[in-house]
């Protein structure tokens, strides 16, 4: 085994995933050599891409504290510990993630985010970028990856290949031409918009209120309209950025409402609150393009245990529980606790981590695509709302025994088809106990008369088992 400075590693795709794993096998002594298709977002400004903020949680913040980054992201983040509900009048209902209040979600921007990973990563002396690089195959056996660059055609051989180069990767397309490749992608009927809030005061509205933003910043505010929703995320320049999913084809949907339609009446009709904190609506829908949503799963993600897939390369998932690239910084978590395990090996911990980490890709994939059901439609559901309290109550009660779905998935770092196994325990019990509150007309308690009501039902479950 050749010691880490003689170890040559070629990462392609600087993303989030991509620039963390540089920090992190860079700070472990490998010669790093990280190849970004785009031009470096420092002198460039940043290109294209996908959603200006993002939902990082607690797997993404314990992946960043490995390597010393946590403080400096979460300064410029913002706090969301729940939900804000708007529904169809503009009524507002805020429902808290978490029983616990230090619990919150955070807002940060996409780009802030990978300039302080890019900076990170270009700091340590081990770690070389290159822009403007883009992977257009690989040779697994060598293994190498082949750039394109403004200059030519060149070839990078490396000790190690990690494919980190997103849902389109470069990397698993040469593996997905290897025997036994399982490979499987599925898009949704839905796709999605970027619009815009800006600032309080562009939008009428009493800049006093929100410390200088449209709306309340510290939630996450959703827009349930059943088979379709709309979400906004604070940015720290006191705009919003709202996300619109709507099917593609049928009735309200992309295809329905042209980008020269009636943008303005469709958007007072349904989702007035917002409408009339959005001036540039027309121009955002008419020029903003239309963003599909696919889930990739795969495996096994290394090949001669010598090239490894990671981050969205090896599972790309749809953003509705918040956690494609939280699930990315969990994987260059695991994959450095298991290089320490392994005491260097990469080879055994490239097999090691391939092999371990697929159920839980898997997991967060599903409860993905479940939670999307949840946000467009449950929210707003009286029962649903029932049931949350209910968990919420539950979790206060015994906060180790009742640890709630969503906690697991976005407030602890157990693995996600665990989160699944056990959360789905507590869900199901909440859902029973609300069930049983609505028979008996008891939906309307205040929260010591639930806590009480649900202590009662314990007891008599207890007894009767
Ligand atoms: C609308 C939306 C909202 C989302 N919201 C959240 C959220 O709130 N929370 C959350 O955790 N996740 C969210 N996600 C998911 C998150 O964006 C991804 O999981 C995350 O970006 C994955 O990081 P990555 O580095 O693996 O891939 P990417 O971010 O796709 O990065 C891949 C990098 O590789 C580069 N690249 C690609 N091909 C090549 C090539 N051939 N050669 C060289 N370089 C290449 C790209 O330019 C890019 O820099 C959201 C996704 C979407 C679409």
């Known amino acids: 085994m050749k010691p880490p400075s003689e170890t040559h590693v070629v990462i392609a795709g600087a993303g989030l995933v991509g620039a963390l794993l540089a920090c992190q096998l860079g700070k472990r002594g490998y010669r790093v050599t990280l190849c970004e298709r785009r031009p470096d977002p420092r002198a460039a400004g940043f290109v294209g891409g996908r959603s200006i903020n993002l939902a990082l949680s607690c797997r993404g913040i314990t992946a960043l504290r ?54 990170a990563a270009d700091k340590n002396t081990n770690v070389e970028i290159r822009f403007e690089s883009r992977c257009v195959g690989a040779d697994l056996n060598a293994p190498s990856i082949e750039l394109e660059t403004p200059t030519g055609h060149e070839t990078i051989t490396g000790d190690y290949v990690f494919g980190c180069d997103g849902a389109f990767s470069t990397v698993r397309g040469a593996m997905q031409v290897t025997d036994r490749f399982n490979y499987q992608q599925s898009y949704l009927d839905h796709g999605y918009k970027e619009l815009l809030i800006p600032p309080a005061a562009e939008c009428g509205v009493d800049a006093s209120l929100h410390d200088g933003f449209a ?31 709507w099917p593609f084809e049928g009735p309200n949907s992309f295809a329905e409402l042209a980008p020269d339609g009636p943008v303005r009446d469709y958007f007072d009709e349904h989702f007035p609150d917002a409408s009339r904190l959005m001036p540039t609506l027309e121009y955002d829908y008419a020029n903003n393009p239309i963003g599909s949503l696919v889930t990739v799963r ?90 949350k309290r209910v968990e919420h109550t539950l979790h206060r009660l015994d906060a180790e025994c009742y640890m709630p779905l969503y906690n697991l998935v976005s407030f602890s770092n157990m693995p996600y088809d665990e989160a699944r196994i056990v959360g789905g325990r507590v869900v199901r019990l909440a859902q029973c106990i609300a069930g049983s509150l609505q028979q008996d007309g008891e939906t309307g308690l205040d929260d010591e008369a639930l806590q009480a009501r649900v202590v009662a039902i314990l007891d008599h479950m207890e007894g009767s088992t």
């Open 66 to 119: 490995r390597v010393g980054l946590d403080d400096t992201v979460l300064a410029s983040s913002i706090r969301m510990p729940g939900r804000m509900l708007h529904d169809e009048k503009g009524n507002l209902t805020f429902q808290a993630y978490s029983s616990n209040p230090e619990d919150a979600i955070r807002s940060i921007s996409r780009s802030d985010l990978n300039l302080i990973l890019l900076d």
């Open 215 to 245: 709306m309340d910043p510290h939630a996450l505010h959703i827009w349930p309209r059943g088979h379709y929703m709309m979400i906004a995320l604070p940015n720290d320049d006191r705009t919003f950025t709202c996300t619109l999913f």
């Open 298 to 387: 795969c495996s096994p993600w290394q090949r001669h245990a010598r090239t490894l897939l990671l981050g969205d390369a090896a599972h790309a998932i749809v953003p509705f529980y918040g956690q494609g690239m939280n699930a990315g910084f969990e994987d260059c978590r695991l994959f450095d606790e298991t290089i320490e395990q392994v005491e260097g090996d990469l080879s055994v911990a490239i097999e090691r981590f391939a092999e371990s980490r697929v159920p839980a890709a898997n997991a967060i994939a599903d409860l993905a695509l479940e939670n999307f059901v949840e946000m467009r439609d449950s929210v707003a559901d009286p029962l649903f709302l029932l049931r």
